[in-house]
């Protein structure tokens, strides 16, 4: 039985530093998972990059395909364009079956991959003293992924016994600027900021300048095409997979279907 294809997708079309990102994980499933087609789209508002992998895959042979989002903050709802462009291919590519996978959202795995960035990014600047962090991100995301990035940040104060303030960088919810100053007002100096994001695009670029500029001791860098966010899209693309097999209904995932899901990273991180 032939394995489902696979598209990685992501916003950002037009960002060098994302692309490649996606390209990166792309290949590295490619090694893992060799009878598994990958194909990369980039969201840039038009939905076409998606429409040219299914169809690209359509022609490779392809009847049944798994959408991933690249998204880190949204936990069940993907980005506008690709929920949008998911039904019109639909419609055009009747005996294609397409599922689109949960975004990887702010699962707990990428808080230790925020722990290295920042390690390395403390050793840059040779910080010794923290006594707060910031915990920075892209989007707000979707209403579950707002809640997980609530938990988030509560899990690694209590694991640094340190006090974090989200900020965020679509005007959502309160800058990197906003939350250090936050900290400061409670006599925190010693500020380091964690960010949650994919790649090096123009957010993380403004967002890191601006914690700088506001005094932040350390800014770490994005996430990257790190094995631990790949192991989090073979989870999602496994659980979308078993849904194709089963196809139910448009019902939304309770909490022990997420659950069921999130248990999955582990066994094929090992597998």
Known sequence: MTAPALVLAAVGGDDAHVRQVVHTLATRMMKLRPTVSVQTAMVD????????????????????????????????????????????????????????????????????????????????????????????????????????????????????????VVAVADGSGPNVAQAIATLRGQGRRHIAVGSLFLAEGPRWTAQAELALHSGAVAVSGPLGADERVLDLVMARYAYAAMDLLEPDSDAPLTDVELHTEDALIELLAHS
């Not at 959408?67 to 690709?82: E, K, M, N, R, Y």
């Open 45 to 164: 508002g038009s939905g076409y990059q998606l429409r040219a992998a299914v169809e690209r895959l359509s022609q490779q042979g392809a009847d049944e395909i798994v959408v991933v989002p690249l998204d880190v903050t949204s936990a069940i709802d993907a980005h506008p364009d690709l929920a949008g462009e998911l039904g019109d291919l639909t419609a055009t590519y009747p005996l294609l079956r397409i599922a689109m996978a949960r975004p990887i959202g702010p699962a707990a795995e990428l808080l230790n991959i925020l722990d290295d960035r920042l390690r390395t990014a403390l050793r840059a600047t040779r910080t010794v003293e923290l006594d707060a962090l910031v915990l920075s991100l892209p989007a707000g995301g979707d209403v579950r992924g707002h809640g997980l990035v609530s938990r988030r940040a509560r899990q690694w104060a209590t694991h640094h016994k340190l006090p974090c």
